[in-house]
């Protein structure tokens, strides 16, 4: 178990402390690498990002490789990952077109589009990859399922899945059934991770992954046989999870 967990007040704390660890990568590797990831959770991250960016954090030389996409949507459509991006931080900081890579979840060939993924997380392996959780525990789109996919691949989305996300289109029928998804071996390859999530609705399946065994009916909790995985919580995010004192210290865990 190596899971180093912080808690904070409110997910703009969170946000600060997650973008200054996105910082010092970006200042001590050479070719730094981000792996990043959509959703409400990582806004306050890419806010934080943004600032520094104002402040003089210069971002020209950073690569960052998008986890998924939804399929059929274009990069214009207003609730495509690409979009998402675009709006929080490709377009508010200096970080290089060429060096900003989301999957195309418009491809007229899917499995070419996958094995182009591939080739980019062969290219440019990643330092720091940051991770939201799905209310199932996936992880990207890798939905729970018997087997865990190694590589980016076209996942059919669960039912759990468009519900939650259908908050951000008009309705549940709009929400794409397929998505396009980096996989499990990639996203461990990442040398550092930083799983986030906020709120009562994810404190249940924070705990799960953090304390209960590792299964692929819980995407997420394979992250217990990564070396270096810090667990970035708010206070709601933690309910769950701190009712088990016990256990956290007796696997000197550091809360706080
Ligand atoms: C989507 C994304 C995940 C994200 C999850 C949680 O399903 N594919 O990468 O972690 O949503 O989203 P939110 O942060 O909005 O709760």
């Known amino acids: 178990m190596t899971f180093t967990i912080r808690v904070f007040n409110t997910p703009h704390d969170a946000g600060i402390y997650v973008a200054s660890l996105a910082e010092f ?4 590797k050479r070719n730094p690498v981000l792996g990043l990831a959509t959703g409400q959770t990582p806004v306050p991250f890419y806010e934080s990002l ?12 950073v690569t960052t490789i998008n986890l998924d996409e939804y ?31 989301v999957p195309n979840g418009a491809s007229a060939n899917l499995v070419e589009e996958c094995l182009r993924y591939d080739e980019i997380l062969k290219n440019y392996p990643i330092d720091l990859q940051i991770l939201g959780i799905g ?10 399922s018997d087997t865990l996919i190694a590589k980016t691949h076209v996942v059919e989305l669960r039912h759990e899945t468009i519900k939650s996300n259908a908050r951000f289109f008009d309705s549940e029928d709009q929400v794409p059934k397929q998505a396009i998804t980096m996989g499990i071996q990639s996203i461990l390859q990442a040398k550092k991770i930083v799983l986030m999530a906020f709120g009562t609705e994810k404190s249940k399946i ?34 769950d999870l701190l009712k088990n004192t016990d256990y956290l210290d007796a696997n000197h865990l550091k809360i706080k």
Not at 50 to 61: A, K, N, Q, W
């Open 25 to 28: 990568v970006i200042m001590n």
């Open 206 to 239: 924070i705990e799960q992954v953090v304390i209960g065994n590792v299964s692929t009916t819980i995407p997420a909790s394979i992250l217990q046989f990564h070396p270096d995985v810090m667990v970035i919580l708010d206070q709601d995010g933690a309910t």
């Open 50 to 61: 943004v600032r520094l960016y104002e402040c003089g954090l210069d971002l020209s030389h």
């Open 71 to 101: 399929v059929g949507l274009s990069a214009e459509h207003p609730q495509s990952y690409f979009h998402f991006m675009k709006s929080n931080l490709f377009s508010k900081t200096n970080l290089s077109s060429s060096c900003t890579f």
């Open 135 to 144: 209310i199932n525990g996936h992880i990207g789109f890798n939905e729970p």
